[in-house]
């Protein structure tokens, strides 16, 4: 299965990857429109910066997830078939639990909707936009090493 | 994003398709590489003025809201845009100080290679400066009207000459909000210095400075180029030319001149016809020698003197994939720098030629006015020594016969051929639009870019707005593009145009898409609106006459000032995309609403053709009701 | 082949037995639990309670669930006594069921304190299904409702019962509320945000009677004033559900004391969950962190064990994150300071927003977040690791502190090529 990798000699931080994430999860899919979207979409991944680094951090669907063994709602689940973490909004209650626990501090919550802000591989598009606009190439979906 | 489209191209498809056999990157490629364009750069949300940055603001709200300086999008927004209006101002001006400065030195004897064409024309231009023209010398007038074109470069307080030309409601509108440009350079640069850290930080004040420079481009530096290009190569005039890449031949020498002043060109002009270096030319082998221009310089010499177009903009590196090109001349402005890298897979040589646009792998020759002649022959001998170098083998010549189109048609020339010689008059428009023949006048100019999805935007936005009867002015890129589709012919109109505007262009032998001439041109249509203003019945003011302008595939920041000082002038305009300031919602709000309420024209963004026609067409009739024209003559949806 | 049977169907178990079946599809499992229902989310019952939830959600797993993995459930069953030696469980109605091996995972209950009254209809827990479903059915004639205790469970039912239109009056023992799980500081904002929202909140105040004829009339306090309620909530912690094993050998104190892999000293026995007195890593000692993460984990690392497979527990940590109104509100590890420690805090009284790192000898010991909580798991991360943070320290307060700073800390990560 895909994942995303990232090659942090490469980022320059211009926060692309977080722009066409919002494009990417709002209604339109539209730069112009969706910022002008009544409810504004927020980004699933964020250039953080390191000691001399710029490191794009996402969720990167752990093999054992320690968010959805911590979802007191059930509604973060793992999908054995896909290897992906998938969130079901209807269930999700806001409890902040999956941020709590999550190691590398991937989901950031979204306050306003009450719903923790995961990246999704850009399920409605059917490829992740921010590896697929990085400039310079720091973000790349490939299969996993076996 | 348009490759599929040139690929399709009967002309351009095989040559692109030979630069991808060759590895070859061409701007499709390049621009295949950088989508998707930045965001923050799209919506105009970066700033890098100052070293406090760069910074930019989160157009999602969670991050940053400010710079660090404290500028908010508003600002930002409105600094960068103010910026890009006065680098393009600067373009256009700079081309007209060329021109100007040449003026001079040929009415001085400074340089013995140019000379007052059109006299009339120098006389009727001085007058307007207050230059006095009886019982005096041409050249007398001629270095009086240069030396005061060119002090209102650097001219501090008062208001520019030619702006004059504008009507009384437009003039007290820029006096009242302080639109009204003082001088050319001083405008841009306090431009400059009101967008740096810490300065003019009111995103409407910085406006309204961006439109009073954009003013000093269209009824300034623009206008200044057009008119004394005019004066020292005369006013265009109607002949039959061709346009294409396959303009070029097999058997003759190829010179391509590209770039956007016509200084140098128009002897490059004279030296191709120079009967030594035609000889010249047949001792190497040849048949003779083949000038075909590119991009804005191709329109100068078209309009004047009827020479082919061989491309736009984006056919540059087309043209090159001939392989039979033996020598490109460049100047400046629109000048791709990989040029010098596609010409090294050929014999082809590249030479800049201005001092302001070195590229690297160029030859260089440098351009000076006095001597100016031995200069264009030397190109065009080296042209001519090349061609033994062209490989036949690698000749890919089009084999699609090249377009007809009949350029020169200026508004100024066939409205002033109808009214007759010393009754020139906009009369026979001005009473078409009103008794509903004609719908209105729409300027379709500009770059062509990659970027846009739909592409061929010009030429299918041109045609929609003839089927309906408005009568189209071109100039630039989007002349040659229509120009390629066979638009600019009298028979188009027979073809393309609603009935009503057919039997105008029947009456006067005109095609229904008159080319104007490159992209400084532009200011003639300004010029053509006061005219019709001042003929009378269809508007009072320039805000009050049907007419809209647009610029589908706009890239240059020299479109964004040509839009501003359209907009700026009461007219309405659309861009096939937007410039940046979506990130803003007061900058958003001051474009689609604000300005309007200003200066009365407006702004309008949309990248599909047809719907780009359909709100030209709407403002044109919305406009058209306002004053009580007369419905239009034939229903257009008739003969769709 | 063995045996298998697991008291209790909660998060624990659930854990359990899909770790035991992702190793041995053989075995014989028999799950018994005294609740009626297929296993649900306990701590949703808030939520339930508030309508922000259907029932539906609830569950835990899908209703094939038991059958996928062919357990034997008897729901609704109480075991009541539990002989290590015959290894054998007999129930209510005096079934016995034979073992090899077991999982106690009979959870907590509510703690009921000493209260003259307390068994008065209308007087309440707020753990279960049946405890919420009670409380939905009273409320639609109450207006007002009184809960005892300003812990977790107490704020959520205040919070739930708000939601459903109540007046809300919490009664709290100490200063402040969620003594157990933050500081004076962290409280001060939850509190003042609950208020704002509506819900009455008392203070240093303690229910002496609950007053009424059968029926909860009012709540008498110590400082003299009644508060009439028809609903009162009790929600002064709970307690392990240890009753099975007092007369029997397995190792007792606060809860079932259990050993690295969640196993109690009785061979083949093991416990999980809120039964479960685990090491604690923060603490260095063994403590009952009865907390839904902690159950799954320790769920599933029995359930491995109980598989055979050999696996350790790295220890439990003390951890919760809720939300009231829009607040988020997280804590990992130590909540108070003593005086070897070094305090980290940020506080923005105004927008809510409240930071505080507790370091010692350069490990992070606990943390509290209010209104901001990005990176908590990387804070309990720092915890769980024992990473020494003196590197880093001063950027732990700042918001653009990130899992970034402390990469090169952790195991190599293979996602970041560096």
New interface residues.
Partial sequence: MKKLYFDVSKCVACRTCEIVCCVGHSLSKDLFKSVREKKLSLPRIEVCIGKDKNFPIACRHCKEPKCVDACIAKALTYDFEKKEVIHDKERCIGCWMCIMVCPYGAIRPDKKAKLPLRCDHCVEIGEPQCAKSCPTKAISYKEEPE | MSQEHIKKDEIQGPLYERAQEKGIETIWERETK???H???G??GLCCKNCNLGPC?I?????GATCGVCGATADTISARNLVRHIAAGTSCHSDHGREIAKTLLMAATGETKFYKVSDEEKLKKIALEYKVKVDNRKINEIAKDLAEKVLSEYGQQKGEITLIQRAPEKQKKIWNNFSLMPRGIDREVVEALSRTNVGVDNDYKNLMAHGMRVALADGWGGSMVATELTDILFGKPSPKRAKANLSVLKEDQVNLIVHGHVPLLSELVCDASSDPELIALAKEKGATGINLAGICCTANEILVRRGYPVAGDFLQQELALMTGAVDLMLVDLQCIMPTLSDIATCFHTKIVSTSPKARFPGMEHVEFKEEEALPIAKKIVRMAIENFPNRDKTKVCIPKKDAQDLIPGFTTEYVFDMLGGRYRPSFKPLNEAIMAGRIRGVAGVVGCDNPKMASSGSHEILVKELIKNDVLVVQTGCSAAACGRAGLLTPEAAFEFAGKGLKEVCEAVGCPPVLHLGSCVDNSRILTACCEMVKEGGIGKSLDELPVAGAAPEWMSEKAIAIGWYFVASGLMVLFGM?FPV??SDNMTKYVFEDVEKITGGKWSFEPDPLKMAKIMIDHIDSKRKALSLKPMMYNTDEHR | MKNIIIIGNSAAAISAIEAIRSKDSQSKITVICDEEYPAYCRCLISNLVAGDIAENKLYLRPQDFYTQNKIDLLLGKKVIKLDPKKRRVTLEDNEKKDFDVALIATGAKPALPDLKGIRKQGVSGFRTFNDAKEIISLATFAKVVCVLGGGLIGLKAAYGLKKRGLQVKVIVKSKYVLSQVLDDVGAGIVQEHLEKEGIEILTGQEAIELIGNGQVKAVKLDSGKVIEAPIVIVGKGVEPNTELVKETDIKLDFGILTDVHLATNVPGIFAAGDVAQCFDVVRGAHYINALWPNAIEQGRIAGLNMAGVNISYPGSIAMNSVEFFGLAVISIGLKKEDSHCQVLQFLDKKSSVYKKFIIKENRLKGFIGVGKINNSGVFLRLIRENIDISGFKNELLNDSFSYAKVIDLFQPDEIFKI
């Fill in positions: 950088q989508e998707p930045c965001g923050f799209t919506l930019r989160d157009p999602f709200g969670e937007p979506y990130g």
